[in-house]
């Protein structure tokens, strides 16, 4: 053999009668990452086959609902947004919201979508999520391509003043609304392989939590009200408020309450996880 020697068998797989439910083989996981890509590049041909424009959807949709929302909110409601021009501001909304909401309700279906492939064939079933938030993040940057182009625009005619020290902030943001969203999304699939009607609620769900999030209007316009204490209560808001801290220098920003959103995202994940481990042995009995 030329004086080379063969490695055979670099990775085993270890059967045990004994899983733990709160147990994640993160190695197990990183050994399939090829596997992960494949299905995020599958996501997108899903998506976006059989389309007229494809991919450009990823740009059009958040400039169509920023419009809606510039009309609806900005002109026929007369909400403010904290002296940001209405297309940036909805715009770096709309982008943000869009990464947590599709990372939610993409996963939401995991097991229900892809019964056929669980039951034939063995991988570590947390890729299939994995993929589907980093298809998110990619969708995102896509869409940031756009604010940034804006966002240049309007700070070079002094519209707007980010706070650039903060865009170190940026990355952690990212990873916490991917990671809340996966472990809502994957406790919503766990649960719909018994209860198929709440499939039916994840997308209307979505919809009513959009509004309890600071997406179309700046917390500033609450005031001191208990009504602005409870929508930061929502795990959403703090990501979002750094977001637009850091991006479009404005937004509000509470410890507390950072504190209270990185924590509910920590125990969303490992409840989620929980779940998830639990219900992939049996969930072709049930699906």
């Given at each position: 053999?030329?004086?080379?020697?063969?490695?055979?068998?670099?990775?085993?797989?270890?059967?045990?009668?004994?899983?733990?439910?709160?147990?994640?083989?993160?190695?197990?996981?990183?050994?399939?990452?090829?596997?992960?890509?494949?299905?995020?590049?599958?996501?997108?041909?899903?998506?976006?086959?059989?389309?007229?424009?494809?991919?450009?959807?990823?740009?059009?949709?958040?400039?169509?609902?920023?419009?809606?929302?510039?009309?609806?909110?900005?002109?026929?409601?007369?909400?403010?947004?904290?002296?940001?021009?209405?297309?940036?501001?909805?715009?770096?909304?709309?982008?943000?919201?869009?990464?947590?909401?599709?990372?939610?309700?993409?996963?939401?279906?995991?097991?229900?979508?892809?019964?056929?492939?669980?039951?034939?064939?063995?991988?570590?079933?947390?890729?299939?999520?994995?993929?589907?938030?980093?298809?998110?993040?990619?969708?995102?940057?896509?869409?940031?391509?756009?604010?940034?182009?804006?966002?240049?625009?309007?700070?070079?005619?002094?519209?707007?003043?980010?706070?650039?020290?903060?865009?170190?902030?940026?990355?952690?943001?990212?990873?916490?609304?991917?990671?809340?969203?996966?472990?809502?999304?994957?406790?919503?699939?766990?649960?719909?392989t018994k209860y198929r009607?709440?499939?039916?609620?994840?997308?209307f769900g979505v919809q009513?939590?959009?509004?309890?999030?600071?997406?179309?209007?700046?917390?500033?316009?609450?005031?001191?009200?208990?009504?602005?204490v409870a929508i930061m209560?929502?795990?959403?808001?703090?990501?979002?408020?750094?977001?637009?801290?850091?991006?479009?220098?404005?937004?509000?920003?509470?410890?507390?309450?950072?504190?209270?959103?990185?924590?509910?995202?920590?125990?969303?994940?490992?409840?989620?996880?929980?779940?998830?481990?639990?219900?992939?042995?049996?969930?072709?009995?049930?699906?």
């Amino acid at each position: 053999m030329n004086g080379k020697i063969v490695k055979a068998n670099q990775y085993h797989t270890h059967i045990s009668s004994k899983s733990r439910r709160f147990s994640l083989n993160f190695k197990e996981v990183w050994n399939y990452r090829d596997l992960i890509w494949l299905f995020t590049k599958k996501n997108f041909k899903l998506i976006y086959k059989q389309t007229v424009l494809g991919p450009a959807w990823i740009v059009l949709n958040p400039i169509i609902s920023s419009l809606i929302y510039m009309v609806v909110f900005g002109k026929i409601a007369g909400m403010g947004t904290d002296g940001v021009p209405q297309i940036l501001f909805y715009l770096s909304g709309s982008a943000i919201w869009t990464l947590f909401s599709t990372c939610l309700t993409n996963n939401a279906s995991t097991f229900t979508q892809n019964a056929n492939v669980f039951g034939k064939v063995y991988f570590p079933r947390l890729t299939m999520p994995v993929s589907t938030v980093i298809s998110s993040i990619i969708q995102f940057g896509v869409q940031m391509i756009l604010v940034l182009i804006l966002l240049a625009y309007f700070t070079i005619t002094g519209q707007v003043h980010p706070n650039w020290t903060a865009w170190l902030l940026l990355p952690f943001v990212i990873i916490q609304l991917g990671a809340l969203g996966l472990g809502f999304g994957i406790i919503i699939s766990s649960l719909t392989t018994k209860y198929r009607d709440l499939a039916l609620l994840v997308t209307f769900g979505v919809q009513l939590w959009m509004y309890a999030t600071p997406v179309v209007y700046p917390l500033s316009i609450l005031g001191n009200s208990a009504l602005k204490v409870a929508i930061m209560i929502n795990p959403v808001t703090m990501p979002v408020e750094v977001f637009r801290y850091a991006v479009l220098g404005v937004g509000t920003l509470n410890p507390l309450f950072i504190g209270i959103s990185l924590a509910v995202t920590i125990a969303v994940l490992i409840l989620g996880i929980s779940v998830f481990n639990r219900v992939e042995k049996t969930f072709m009995d049930t699906v």
